[in-house]
């Protein structure tokens, strides 16, 4: 990465092939599986043929009786297998080679049936490592490149070792970074969206581990739990013999709920963010550690919320709507788009100012805290009219927005409480909508479109004229916001500017 | 806070079909000054002809066991039951088939300088406002049934999920035109992400 920004690095780019333990790790499983599968065959047999002297199999397999023979054969046929397994991982190893070019990362596998993958680098949104926990004891990482196709993750390179996924990662966002002012010529390239021109982190939090310990089983399904695990015992007492059948059926709610809070658990150990030249970067993972970096202007929504539970305890949770991410297809893509799994307010402010940075400081705190924590309209939130208590009886006086130059603040939710920030040139649409019941007391919902994610912001049971102002102020801020965010060709707010 | 007028019934403006009282413009949640473009007319026929498709598909879904315990094939049904779900579809399917006309007359559009708006929805009425630059892409499709009645369906999408906006039953010259405008439009203000 020399200061001269270098034309066009290398003409014909070289074919790399990932490295020789993949199809070992890759294939773990199936290896595990075949011989496990093989030895308790065996196993059994050899097991009945000592034990059960009537069955007619054992006494076929009666290993004093059997020739020699058939344990030859028997060791050549695993042998066999072994051998055109690790044959097949091989050749399909050999096939398997990555290409990275100014412009693309491409993909080749495959050896009767070819497939070649590409992403274009410009519209490469993130460039993630992933350790899953095999590969990471042996030194190997996942390179994975987020295009802005929302849904399927685009290229990933399994596997490299650690520190060359990590060169290459800094390279790639290094000789981007340098592309991106370009000379007039190539004033067509966009600048990727993540481009940067170092790699250097800064550490900014991390979450103890007694801390997310107690968020984990201060949840809902945490307490499920062990309403499940106190409940057992009771109803075996209470009835010898319906018990069992009950606990029984118990059993998949019991080892579903206590996987989910595992998952959150494993997920959530260490989480570190860390600042980063081109917005943030979040590792975490017991077992299988991962490290995303999420560029702030790919940032559409930021939510924080607070479960009934953690109350007494002041925590939150801040997740993201992230452009590329798409929705999270499971519970176990869900941290994908979490920015702080449990925190404090005053990190969740350093989070939302890191989140934001085009949002000017001023009021957000006090729009926070009044977000999370206020009740009726006496503050700057709009909040639903007494009236709708006929529609809301409980949350009427929570649900309500508040907007800045910059941000519009959502609240909702009586117990659990959340405030949605919607930056304004972040707006995709908005919607107003009323039913019948509503259209009888003069009130209306609001929703603000942002891209998928954990996030939605929604106003619900305004008075109607109030409603009206609000998507009428929303549109205007949002085309506001997007002229002045857009060079003709610019679709982002350079990040310079507003650090 | 004195009750707005919102909720007065408000004739709907200029492009209604003159005697129409169905009130496509709702003051409480339209943006001011907002001249709704109705669907073609013809699309009530589409609209009334899927209705009646689907209400003949579902009646045979549900209704052959009521068939079988009424020829006598299937002997001690409980026909009275078995007459329930068939019954349940034939009511929706005659409400939808009432409704059509007004529902149809309820979806309206409105391009504006910076944005376009959709409007649907009778009991549950919904106004969507797309700026022109956070459209992704436009989409033009024709089922058979509306290439019989010459109309189209044209659809926004924007990097959002909820704001996919459909405006079915348009003819065909205005189709092209929407797509053309909408996407010359979106060029000129595209905002991206």
Not at chain 1, 468 to 476: E, F, M, S
């Amino acid at each position: 990465m020399s200061a001269v920004p270098a034309p066009v690095p290398d003409p014909a780019p070289q074919w790399h092939r990932v490295h020789p333990l993949t199809p070992v790790v890759k294939g773990w499983l199936a290896i595990v599986v075949l011989v496990g599968g093989f030895v308790n065959i065996v196993l059994d047999d050899l097991l009945r043929a000592y034990l059960g002297g009537g069955d007619s199999p054992a006494q076929e397999l009666d290993p004093g009786q059997v020739s020699p023979l058939f344990w030859w054969a028997l060791a050549g046929i695993v042998v066999l297998v072994l051998l055109v397994a690790a044959a097949v991982v091989l050749v399909a190893w050999w096939f398997t080679r990555y290409q990275v070019t100014p412009e693309h990362v491409r993909i080749r596998s495959g050896v009767l049936f070819r497939q070649e993958r590409q992403a274009r680098l410009d519209r490469v949104q993130a460039i993630d490592i992933h350790r899953p926990f095999l590969p990471r004891l042996l030194g190997l990482a996942e390179l994975k490149f987020e295009v802005a196709d929302a849904g399927q993750s685009a290229v990933s390179l399994s596997y490299l070792t650690h520190p060359q996924a990590r060169a290459l990662r800094g390279e790639l966002l290094g000789r981007l970074g340098l592309a991106a002012p370009g000379p007039p010529g190539a004033a067509a390239r966009r600048p990727a969206p993540w481009a940067a021109t170092g790699d250097e982190e800064h550490p900014v939090l991390t979450v103890p581990v007694p801390r997310l310990l107690g968020s984990v089983l201060a949840s809902g399904s945490a307490v499920v739990l062990a309403v499940l695990l106190v409940a057992a015992p009771v109803a075996l007492v209470l009835d010898p013999v319906a018990g069992p059948a009950v606990l029984a059926a118990w059993l998949p709610g019991l080892v579903s709920f206590g996987a989910v809070a595992y998952r959150r658990f494993e997920q959530g150990y260490h989480f570190r963010l860390l600042r980063v030249p081109e917005g943030m970067r979040v590792r975490y993972g017991l077992f299988s550690v991962r490290s995303q970096t999420v560029p702030a202007g790919r940032i559409q929504a930021v939510g924080v919320d607070q479960p009934l539970l953690w109350r007494p305890f002041g925590w939150y949770r801040v997740r993201a709507n992230v452009a590329g991410y798409g929705p999270a297809a499971g519970e176990g893509d869900a941290m994908r788009s979490t920015l702080l799994p449990v925190g404090t307010l005053p990190e969740v402010r350093t989070v939302l100012h890191l989140a934001l940075p085009g949002a000017r400081d001023g009021d957000l705190p006090a729009l926070l805290g009044e977000g999370l924590h206020g009740l009726g309209g006496q503050g700057r939130y709009t909040t639903s009219p007494r009236r709708a208590r006929w529609l809301d009886p409980l949350v009427h006086r929570r649900t309500g927005f508040a907007a800045t130059e910059d941000v519009l603040a959502v609240r909702s939710g009586r117990l659990s409480r959340r405030t949605d920030v919607l930056p304004h040139e972040k707006t995709q649409s908005v919607a107003v909508s009323q039913g019948p019941l509503e259209r009888a007391l003069g009130l209306a919902d609001v929703e603000l479109h942002s891209t998928p994610g954990p996030v939605t912001v929604a106003v619900a049971h305004l008075d109607a004229g109030d409603a009206r102002a609000l998507a009428a102020a929303q549109t205007a801020h949002a085309a506001g916001a997007r002229r002045l965010a857009d060079g003709p060709r610019h679709p982002r707010v350079p990040l310079q500017e507003r650090a | 806070m004195p009750e707005r007028s919102a909720n007065d019934p408000v004739p709907g403006p200029a492009a209604g079909t003159p005697g129409d009282r169905t009130p496509l413009s709702n003051r409480a949640i339209d943006p001011e000054g907002i001249v709704w473009t109705r669907v073609s007319p013809r699309h009530v026929s589409v609209v009334m002809l899927s209705t009646l498709f689907g209400t003949l598909f579902w009646l045979a879904v549900v209704g052959w066991p009521a068939v079988l315990a009424g020829t006598g094939v299937w002997g001690g049904a409980p026909l009275r039951w078995l007459l329930l779900p068939p019954a349940a579809v034939l009511v929706v399917g005659v409400v939808s088939l009432l409704l059509a006309p007004r529902r149809v007359r309820a979806i309206g559009y409105a391009e504006r300088g910076e944005d376009l708006l959709v409007r649907r929805g009778l009991l549950y009425q919904r106004v969507l406002v797309i700026p022109y630059g956070r459209m992704q892409y436009v989409d033009v499709s024709v089922s058979p049934l509306q290439r019989t009645f010459g109309l189209a369906t044209v659809k926004l999408h924007t990097a959002a999920v909820g704001s996919h906006a459909e405006i079915p039953g348009v003819e065909h010259a205005e189709a092209s035109r929407l797509r053309e405008r909408l996407t010359a439009r979106g060029q000129a203000l595209l905002a991206g992400l």
